[in-house]
């Protein structure tokens, strides 16, 4: 079955450790994605990626960093500068249109607690 | 600054009646909306989008009206069913560099659906 998954689930790690989620999608498409969601803040976008070795930043990407070496793979390491790492991490895929009318697919989602 | 806007954080309606949703934004270059369903610890699972070019689309229950004028959009579920309970996020999207876009979501809304 095509889909993106994301591991693991569930991440604990020691305050200034860094950290990568990984992201993986098999559905062939150019664009990736990784958002954070906190509670009553919605769906927040870190960083984006169209092709390979290339992506820009969100709107916090701040103390992350991302590689798109791979175009079936997006991971995300949270590095210690991130200030406010404990966050539910959601990686999301989606084609490219020349009209940008295309829906993206999310993950299930990482959980991230920093103790 | 938000630029969706997702005002009501809840609400709360009986099985088989009319839910409304609502939505507005302030960047008139957003060219494409969506509507995401999101249960607790998953990844949001897309429901409907519309582009700019159209005033509704209809897929089943499910029915966006976009009022560009008004710079608002609004989800009608009817019958709502208790499956429907969930965050709702509307999100839209805008041309970036070359043909890449990035969705940009509101805060959601808490939808709950009484038996």
């Known amino acids: 079955d095509g889909g993106i998954t994301q591991s693991p689930k569930y991440l604990f790690r020691k305050e200034g450790q860094n950290v990568t989620l990984s992201c993986e999608q098999n559905?062939?498409?150019?664009?990736m994605y990784w958002y954070r969601q906190d509670p009553g803040q919605g769906l927040r976008l870190i960083y984006y990626?169209?092709?390979?070795?290339?992506?820009q930043k969100g709107d916090i990407a701040e103390g992350y960093s991302v590689s798109r070496e791979k175009k079936e793979s997006f991971p995300l390491t949270v590095t210690s500068a991130q200030k406010n790492p404990t966050a539910f991490y959601l990686c999301?895929?989606?084609?490219?249109?020349?009209?940008?009318?295309?829906?993206?697919?999310f993950g299930q989602g990482t959980r991230l607690t920093v103790v | 600054d938000q630029q969706v806007k997702q005002n009501s954080p809840s609400l709360s309606v009986q099985e088989g009646r009319i839910s409304i949703l609502n939505c507005d934004y302030t960047?008139?270059?957003?060219?494409?909306f969506l509507w995401y369903k999101k249960y607790p610890a998953e990844g949001p699972t897309f429901l409907i989008s519309?582009?700019?070019?159209?005033d509704k689309n209809e897929d089943g229950r499910f029915t966006v009206f976009l009022n560009k004028s008004a710079k608002h959009l609004s989800l009608h579920i009817v019958p709502s069913q208790p499956g429907d309970s969930a965050v709702y996020f509307c999100?839209?999207?805008?041309?970036?560099?070359?043909?890449?876009?990035?969705?940009?979501f509101g805060k959601g809304t808490l939808l709950t659906v009484n038996p």
């Open positions: 960047n008139s270059m957003f060219d494409y």
């Open positions: 519309i582009s700019s070019i159209k």
């Open positions: 990626s169209q092709i390979v070795n290339d992506f």
């Open positions: 999301a895929s989606s084609r490219l249109l020349g009209r940008g009318e295309t829906e993206a697919f």
């Open positions: 999100a839209a999207s805008e041309r970036g560099r070359g043909s890449n876009y990035k969705l940009t």
């Open positions: 559905l062939n498409h150019d664009a």
